[in-house]
């Protein structure tokens, strides 16, 4: 879903749109409506909207990480996590060993 990387989601939202997304699998399939929301998936090859915010999410950080530091969005990210006591307890001890290895196991076509 675009723009889901940047939006604001709560789970009310997702569960309405996961609802929606099993009507319209349904529908597709033809399937009744006691037909689990797992074999429609299955077969459809759709992942829950959580899977798939938490996927968009962790792509855009790596893209971001991966940026040029020039970049106002890199420089914004970057200011924006120097303020947060989480990275200053947590990420400032993995970050650089993270940032290597996504390189090599994250290719990005920019």
Known sequence: MFGMNVMAWNG?????????QNRVGRLALGAP??????????DLGWSVF???????????KVR?????????VKRIFEWNLSESLWEKI??????????????????IDY
């Open 12 to 20: 009310g939202d997702l569960e309405k749109l996961e609802v929606l």
């Open 33 to 42: 409506k006691w037909t689990a929301a797992e074999a429609l998936r299955g």
């Open 50 to 60: 959580s899977e798939r915010m938490v996927k968009a999410v962790l792509n855009y």
């Open 64 to 72: 971001i990480e991966l940026m040029e530091n020039k970049r106002w």
């Open 90 to 107: 947590y990420w400032g001890h993995v970050r650089r060993p993270f940032v290597l290895e996504l390189k090599e196991l994250w290719p």
